[in-house]
């Protein structure tokens, strides 16, 4: 939670409930997530911040960049995207190791992400 200021009012770790592991599967920074129709359908019941990674993830979302928008630590947004991915409110994109190095769109992405565009 932030105040109008945009100074956060809660600390990032009480987010995650203090855990430093999500619900599901560790996730690398580069995996992408969506939003899937259970996380439309019960939008309306999440807290704000998840809410905003649904948001986020109307269109395929790196951990790296939910960490920058909501301006929290990896490890939260890797915990709170795990999370919403074990709930299946978000289905998680992991990289293929024979695909080689990501696309140039992709970096481009991440870097304009933790630039807060």
Not at 103 to 113: F, H, Q, V
Request: charged letters at 25%.
């Amino acid at each position: 939670m932030t105040e109008p200021s945009g100074g956060r009012i809660v600390p990032a770790y009480l987010l995650t409930r203090g855990r430093t592991r999500s619900q599901g599967a560790e996730l690398p920074l580069e995996a992408l997530a969506t939003v899937t129709d259970t996380g439309r359908d019960r939008y309306a019941s999440l807290p704000r911040e998840r809410r905003d990674i649904l948001d986020l993830c109307a269109r395929p979302t790196s951990v790296m960049e939910v960490a920058a928008h909501l301006q929290v630590p990896l490890g939260v947004a890797r915990v709170l995207v795990g999370d919403l991915a074990a709930g299946d409110y978000l289905v998680v994109h992991l990289p293929s190791q024979a695909d080689g190095p990501p696309p140039a769109e992709i970096l481009e992405r991440l870097l304009e992400g933790l630039r807060g565009r």
